[in-house]
Nanobody, 114 residues
Framework: QVQLVESGGGLVQPGGSLRLSCAASGIVFSIYAMNWYRQAPGKQRELVAAITSGRSTNYAESVKGRFTISRDNALKTVYLQMNNLKPEDTAVYYC????????WGQGTQVTVSS
């Protein structure tokens, strides 16, 4: 049974930081591309950051220079370090494991507000 469990979301003031984690089980983690998506109320889900099995990374323009994706294959965990958070970063953040089949976590809420 495949499970992706996100953690680390919460309420933070503008300019603050959060680190999201996604722990995977039931997959050969090292061969999967791992992605972070987000979905704000009334908006479509969008790709925020991606890291391949070879550790190449890609970011949405809106988060470049502020967010960093990384992975620890030994711990089967992918991270999203989010700095200088803005109110427009408020969303539910989802972890995704992608290869031939795609798997999703349940999401974690990030709220950026003063």
């Amino acid at each position: 049974q495949v499970q992706l469990v996100e953690s680390g979301g919460g309420l933070v003031q503008p300019g603050g930081s959060l680190r999201l984690s996604c722990a995977a089980s039931g997959i050969v983690f090292s061969i999967y591309a791992m992605n972070w998506y987000r979905q704000a109320p009334g908006k479509q889900r969008e790709l925020v950051a991606a890291i391949t099995s070879g550790r190449s990374t890609n970011y949405a323009e809106s988060v470049k220079g502020r967010f960093t994706i990384s992975r620890d294959n030994a711990l089967k965990t992918v991270y999203l370090q989010m700095n200088n958070l803005k109110p427009e970063d408020t969303a539910v953040y989802y972890c995704n494991a992608a290869r031939v089949t795609s798997y999703w976590g349940q999401g974690t809420q990030v709220t950026v507000s003063s």
